[in-house]
């Protein structure tokens, strides 16, 4: 077995009880497991994307983010993964985004929607679900994930 494996076996039977109305003691009493000192929890119900920091055994929080998640027709996935490769910005012909962090397959968290150039706002609503799946922050969040939050820190999409 891999170490990624026994994290996610670690990981997988989650008791989800306190999730919606107590995220720290969610994280706490579920003894989570990441390779680094950081943790990425997103709830797809209230919308709203936690940073915990582990200092000795216990999980601080640091930042609590609104975020916009997958419309119905492009949920978000649920579950739990590890952060991966990232990249300074990513797009097409007719958008792009920045700070893009991934978290499996083509899901990512980033920021809201810039044009094609980068330069100017196309999206920057928060809060809602329209996305196509990925997570989308407010810049600075985006930035602060991108630079912050190592490879391999667990992250809890529900």
């Known amino acids: 077995m891999k170490s990624n ?3 996610l076996s670690e990981n997988k039977n989650l008791d989800y009880t306190y999730f919606n109305n107590d995220i720290s003691t969610f994280v706490n009493k579920n003894n989570i497991n990441s390779k680094t000192q950081y943790l ?8 709203y ?5 582990k200092d ?9 983010w609104s ?26 012909e007719n958008s792009s985004v ?15 929607i810039y044009n094609e150039t980068g330069l100017s706002i196309k999206d920057d609503r928060l809060g809602v679900a329209i996305s196509h799946g990925c997570i989308r922050l407010a810049t600075s969040s985006a930035k602060w994930i ?13």
């Open 98 to 112: 920045k700070y893009a962090t991934n978290i499996i397959d083509e899901y990512y968290y980033h920021s809201i």
């Open 146 to 158: 991108y630079e912050n939050v190592p490879e391999e820190s667990t992250i809890i999409i529900y």
């Open 67 to 92: 975020c916009t998640v997958g419309k119905p027709s492009t949920p978000t996935i649920s579950g739990v993964f590890f952060v991966g490769i990232k990249y300074p910005a990513i797009g097409d």
């Open 40 to 47: 990425i929890i997103t709830s797809t119900k209230y919308k």
């Open 56 to 64: 000795k055994d216990v999980w601080n929080m640091l930042y609590k």
């Open 5 to 7: 494996d026994v994290r």
């Open 49 to 53: 994307t936690y940073i915990f920091e």
